[in-house]
């Protein structure tokens, strides 16, 4: 027999929940009352909680996105030339990135439930730094093909897997400033690039290896150190966090409970409910939403350098200019986040960063002999694009109730959306800057327009859902079952 929390009541500083007694297929008993652990406050346990999970998964997906990227920073000290890369070659390099990374997304979450994160996200962990460091030692293209694809395969459950994580251990309106704190590690990550590539990159011919050898090794050999830590210290879910006592682990399912429904942790995921989320149109709609975004931001993090090595920096100063756009995005979007979880509202703070791309592109697509406006577009860009995906994933996740759904869901938006990936590695084939810059504007409007239409479904979904009754008798599990389907789950616009 389970014990499941239904309740949250606050009554400062004790805080009472409800938790009911379940039995499968029986209607649940009175509720019997719940007290916030005397020894601590809500405040201090969410600050407990951030403490010993937020660094780990910003950390780790900080290391993913460098070495995903760090190839366009190698590219400017010379990649190309040695391995004799010709026409298209170089994005078909990136592109093959894609191919596992998109297959692969809902395995992992699947796999990261059975298994636990912190064995299968530390695991991966290593494996990508490995491939990463395997990179600097290709001699060819077959070679730079090969480590591009299992790097993919590596990586392609950390940041469903991340986000999923975070998603089972906060409330609605408390996770967009987590989501978008761990999410802004890929704008640490460009930023810390940059910088880092100057340094490694005049290592040029040290011990015999070029400049871009270097950055793959030293970047690739960090990660796998950071990999063997998290093998020992990484989170789990609510469930097998040790570093909880049992009435802070109780008092933590309850307070998800009230927020999001009974979870159904305790079961594992089929390919049934993987059929019964991907029935669901507003699944779909998450999925063009992160679609439409990612061809653009995939576009910066690839080719900025080379957009900003055309407007005649050396090498050195293009990896020093590629910085502040990064380090702008990253205050910018724990800006948005913060108002967006003050208002409890995710539709606006999405689109408006979106906005605020579309000028950046504007801007381009008409100031072609104006440096410092042009660089003024990419900060633009850059910022309105890193902030609107955080809040766009947030939004979408924590609208899905559940275990089974919310994994599913989250690995399918992210896996879907990366097709744009594939996109973006051919926006800019050779010198033609403009092309770019026009398929960029066309998928950032797909993408607003997506979210436009969730925004709308999703109202109507509560509305619909307020005037309908429960029936009777149904049971909490049943209530899990269903997940954000039940009656009783509101969206949050």
């Known amino acids: 027999m389970a014990s499941q929390p239904q309740g949250d009541t606050y009554l400062s500083p004790t805080v009472f929940l409800t938790i009911t007694s379940l039995t499968p297929r029986i209607t649940p008993t009175a509720p019997a009352p719940v007290i916030c652990p005397s020894h601590t406050t809500p405040r201090r346990l969410t600050t407990k909680i951030d403490l010993h999970l937020v660094p780990f998964v910003i950390i780790l997906y900080l290391m ?76 060819n293209y077959a070679g730079i093909l090969t480590t591009r694809f299992l790097l993919g395969l590596f990586e392609c459950g950390m940041f469903p897997g991340c986000f999923y994580l975070l998603g089972m251990w906060y409330r609605r309106e408390e996770a967009q400033k987590r989501f978008s704190l761990f999410f802004s590690s890929t704008s640490l990550a460009g930023a810390f690039g940059g910088l880092l590539a100057s340094g490694l990159g005049s290592m040029d011919y040290m011990r015999g290896y070029r400049g871009w050898r270097w950055i793959f090794l030293i970047e690739g050999a960090a990660t796998v150190v950071i990999g063997a830590i998290f093998l020992f210290t990484f989170p789990g879910f609510v469930e097998e966090a040790k570093w909880l006592r049992d009435d802070e682990r109780d008092y933590i399912k309850a307070r998800l409970h009230a927020d999001q429904g009974h979870s159904a942790a305790e079961r594992s995921i089929t390919l049934k409910d993987v059929g019964k989320v991907m029935s669901d149109y507003k699944v779909w709609l998450g999925g063009f939403m992160y679609f439409g975004i990612i061809v653009p931001a995939y576009s910066y993090a690839y ?49 408006l960063p979106i906005c605020i791309s579309i000028s950046g592109f504007a801007i381009l697509l008409n100031v072609h002999d104006n440096l410092p406006v042009q660089y003024a577009a990419l900060v633009l860009i850059c910022m309105g694009m890193y902030s609107a995906m955080p809040i766009q994933v947030c939004w979408f996740n924590m609208n899905l109730g559940g275990h089974h759904r919310r994994a599913v869901g989250s690995a399918w938006q992210i896996g879907f959306g990366n097709i744009g990936g594939i996109i973006a590695t051919y926006s800019f084939v050779g010198g033609d800057f403009r092309k770019g810059y026009i398929i960029c504007v066309s998928f950032i409007c797909l993408s607003a327009l997506s979210c436009i239409i969730y925004a709308v479904s999703i109202m109507a979904e509560n509305r619909k859902k307020a005037n309908q009754t429960l029936p009777e008798g149904m049971t909490e599990q049943e209530k899990a079952e269903l997940g954000d389907l039940n009656p009783d789950f509101k969206y949050m616009l």
Not at 84 to 109: D, K
Not at 340 to 350: G, M, N, V, Y
């Open 303 to 351: 080719f900025s350098p080379t957009i900003v090595q055309s407007y005649g920096y050396d090498k050195i100063q293009t990896q020093l200019h590629s910085v502040p756009p990064w380090a702008v995005a990253f205050v910018f979007a724990m800006v948005i986040a913060t108002a967006s979880d003050w208002l409890k509202h995710r539709f606006l703070f999405t689109v």
């Open 64 to 139: 993913a996105f460098l070495d995903r990227v760090n190839i366009a920073n190698a590219r400017a000290f010379g990649l190309e030339t040695d391995l004799g890369l010709s026409g298209t070659q170089f994005n078909t390099a990136l592109t093959i990135f894609f191919v596992p990374y998109i297959l692969f997304e809902i395995p992992s979450n699947i796999l990261l439930k059975k298994i636990s994160p912190r064995i299968w996200l530390s695991g991966c962990c290593i494996g990508f730094g490995f491939i990463t460091m395997m990179q600097g030692l290709v001699q």
